[in-house]
Nanobody, 128 residues
Framework: QVQLVESGGGLVQAGGSLRLSCAASGRTFSNYAMGWFRQAPGKEREFVAA????????YFVDSVKGRFTISRDITKNTVSLQMNSLKPEDTAVYYC?????????????????????WGQGTQVTVSS
């Protein structure tokens, strides 16, 4: 049974940092893209970041570029999201995701990503 389990969420002040981690089990994800979505109250779930294989391509929504970085350890089946300079608008439930295919780019800077596997989510709250 495939499982994605997130950790590292919490409460932080604006300008602070958090690191989210996702541990995958149940299969090998070395050939999968892994990444993160988030969903704020009253809003649709949105793509945040993804990475395609270890050391490979990375993808970020414009609103987090320069503040968030993504990394993965293929040998451990993990992916991490380092979030710096956090803003109140980053408050959301963050979901780990994995799929055989990477996000698709359209209109130059927008991403569409249909994923096979989801984590249960971890809350990130940024206070002003």
């Amino acid at each position: 049974q495939v499982q994605l389990v997130e950790s590292g969420g919490g409460l932080v002040q604006a300008g602070g940092s958090l690191r989210l981690s996702c541990a995958a089990s149940g299969r090998t994800f070395s050939n999968y893209a892994m990444g993160w979505f988030r969903q704020a109250p009253g809003k649709e779930r949105e793509f945040v970041a993804a990475t395609w294989r270890s050391g490979g391509s990375t993808y970020f929504v414009d609103s987090v570029k320069g503040r968030f970085t993504i990394s993965r350890d293929i040998t451990k089946n993990t992916v991490s999201l380092q979030m710096n300079s956090l803003k109140p608008e980053d408050t959301a439930v963050y979901y780990c995701a994995a799929d055989r295919n990477p996000p698709q780019v359209y209109s130059g800077t927008h991403y569409a990503w249909e994923v096979d596997y989801w984590g249960q989510g971890t809350q990130v709250t940024v206070s002003s």
